[in-house]
Nanobody, 117 residues
């Protein structure tokens, strides 16, 4: 059974930092495209950052230079370091694991990030 469990969300003031974690079981983080998506109230879910099995990273323009995605294969965990947070970063952040070879996609339950201005 696949589980992706996000943690690290919370309330932070604008300009502050948070580090999100996505602990995986049933899938190997290093063999999947791992991604962070977010969904703000009334808006569509959007891609924030992703890291491929080869370690290539991709970021949405809105977070480039502020967010860093990484993974620890030994811990089977993906991270999102968020610095310089803005009120527009307020959203529920979801972890996703995608294997394009097997055609599988799994989502976590999400963690709330709230940035106060």
């Amino acid at each position: 059974q696949v589980q992706l469990v996000e943690s690290g969300g919370g309330l932070v003031q604008a300009g502050g930092s948070l580090r999100l974690s996505c602990a995986a079981s049933g899938v190997i983080v290093g063999r999947n495209v791992m991604a962070w998506h977010r969904q703000a109230p009334g808006k569509q879910r959007e891609l924030v950052a992703a890291i491929s099995s080869a370690g290539t990273t991709h970021y949405a323009d809105s977070v480039k230079g502020r967010f860093t995605v990484s993974r620890d294969n030994a811990k089977n965990t993906m991270f999102l370091q968020m610095n310089g947070l803005k009120s527009e970063d307020t959203a529920v952040y979801y972890c996703k694991a995608e294997n394009t070879v097997w055609g599988t996609t799994y989502w976590g339950q999400g963690t709330q990030v709230t940035v106060s201005s």
